[in-house]
């Protein structure tokens, strides 16, 4: 409330300013998170008051928004009434989640006729402040392909904090699990991080029912790169004929899974019997155009090298990945 005070009118009318807007909040998806981790500490937010409007008919700046970045796939849950308010999927959706207050008026709005010095004005809104609760469902960046027994489970347990089972006879792995490759496991930045999907093993067949089938290629099919495990420690085995057995029931599920960018990744380094393998091996890479990628799941070598050149060949490009060369 304010009245114009000036050296000839010093009865000047009502001249009170409006109060600005307080700011909102909203969660926006973004693809360049895959945890919630950064909410971990900091669990409470509040957007910008909006300022007081002033005499002279000075309105008050809106307060200004905040918007807080979560992974996509963030299930955005009311924390008192469980209600779901949001399931944020797309690269940049973004929700309001806290609406701020509208400002309030200043008395100018008040004068009318009768009353040409009004003293009445509105006060401003109190914001919204509600609890959320957020989940984050996963949806794989990285699918994994090969035989059973090629050491899938054992990758995922050492790349990221899921406990997969793992057995030396095949089809350890029943259900499909997704495991969060954070660098900071191998002394990168925590909140560079990638998610890995854990599936069955394919054989021979398994597009005709062999095996467990191929129907849950399905859980890898909206990954964006695939790493394709071959036992380099199977004197059985040739990897060229490992490879093509697998990526024919690739193809033999969808051309998508087909034209999917893949890296072979040679496993059990540690075992490896015979060196012709892993020459035969380097030799098909080569052919690829793909540098050969060695792990062992035993010995742990390799495995800061695949976590880092993923997480390079994913942030280089925002879809499929280009094999690196
Ligand atoms: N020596 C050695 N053994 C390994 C390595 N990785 C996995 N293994 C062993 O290989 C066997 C199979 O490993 P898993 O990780 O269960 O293989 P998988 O590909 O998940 O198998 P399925 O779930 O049946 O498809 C287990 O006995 C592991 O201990 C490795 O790098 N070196
Ligand atoms: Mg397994």
Not at 41 to 50: I, P, S, T, V, Y
Not at 112 to 134: F, I, K, M, V, Y
Request: net charge negative.
């Amino acid at each position: 409330m304010s009245f114009r005070r000036e050296k000839f009118a010093p009865e000047g009318g009502p001249d009170g300013g409006d109060g600005g807007h307080g700011g909102s909040i909203f969660l926006r998806a973004s693809r360049a998170l895959n945890t919630l981790n950064p909410y971990r500490n900091q669990r409470e937010f509040a957007a910008e008051r909006g300022r007081q409007g002033e005499g002279c008919l000075r309105h008050g700046r809106d307060g200004l928004d905040i918007t807080l970045d979560v992974p996509l796939g963030t299930l955005v849950r009311d924390g008192e009434t469980g209600e779901t308010l949001a399931e944020l999927l797309a690269d940049g959706e973004t929700v309001c989640v806290a609406r701020g207050g509208r400002g309030g008026l200043g008395n100018t709005h008040f004068k009318s006729s009768t009353n040409r010095t009004p003293r009445h004005h509105q006060p401003g809104e109190e914001g919204e402040a509600r609890a959320l609760d957020l989940e984050l469902k996963l949806i794989a960046d990285v699918g994994l392909a090969g035989f059973p027994n090629a050491g899938k489970s054992t990758l995922v347990s050492r790349l990221s904090a899921a406990r997969p089972k793992i057995a030396g006879y095949p089809f350890t792995t029943l259900e499909p699990q997704l495991g969060v490759v954070s660098l900071d496991r191998f002394g990168g930045d925590a909140l560079d991080s990638w998610v890995i999907a854990d599936i069955p093993g394919l054989i021979e067949g398994a597009a005709q029912g062999a095996g467990l089938g191929i129907q849950f290629l399905r859980h890898v099919e909206r990954t964006r790169m695939l790493l394709h495990l071959v036992d380099l420690s199977d004197p059985m085995q040739a990897p060229a004929e490992a490879v093509r057995v697998i990526e024919a029931e690739l193809a033999a599920f969808s051309p998508v899974l087909a034209a999917k960018p893949r890296w072979l990744v040679g496993t059990k380094l540690d075992a490896l019997q015979d060196e012709d393998r892993k020459a035969d091996f380097e030799a098909l890479c080569a052919e690829r155009g793909q540098a050969p990628i060695f792990i062992s799941g035993v010995t742990g070598e390799g495995l800061r090298e695949l976590a880092f050149a993923v997480d390079r060949a994913l942030k280089a490009s925002p879809r499929p990945v280009e094999a690196e060369a």
